[in-house]
């Protein structure tokens, strides 16, 4: 399996890392994680997961794992076009 950092400079990984020891650093550690693996996180967002979450065992593990359970979702998702009649009325749905 390829990985995201394969061919970038890869820091030592430690198996603890106090930004993540904590509700809050575990909290900004999965939302970052999530926003990476969906293409929408920021410059800032990535610096900080290239600074503090890659170097972290338990982060990175996490990261391997949300990985690979939505590469095997987008595989199994047929992309079907979606009737004009139901985007219609759930736009009439949500307008009122």
Do not use: W
């Not at 020891?21 to 999530?34: R, V």
């Not at 900080?48 to 979702?73: G, L, P, T």
């Not at 076009?81 to 759930?90: F, G, M, R, S």
């Amino acid at each position: 399996m390829n990985s995201f950092f394969e061919g970038q400079n890869e820091k030592p990984v430690s198996k603890h890392n106090n930004d993540v020891d904590t509700p809050e650093g575990k909290e900004k550690c999965l939302e970052i994680i999530n926003l990476i693996l969906d293409g929408e996180a920021t410059v800032e967002q990535m610096e900080y997961f290239n600074s503090k979450i890659k170097c972290c065992e338990k982060s990175m593990a996490f990261y391997d794992m949300e990985k690979c359970v939505k590469d095997v979702i987008q595989k199994k998702i047929d992309n079907k076009p979606v009737p004009q009649d139901l985007i219609d009325c759930i736009k009439s749905r949500l307008k009122g």
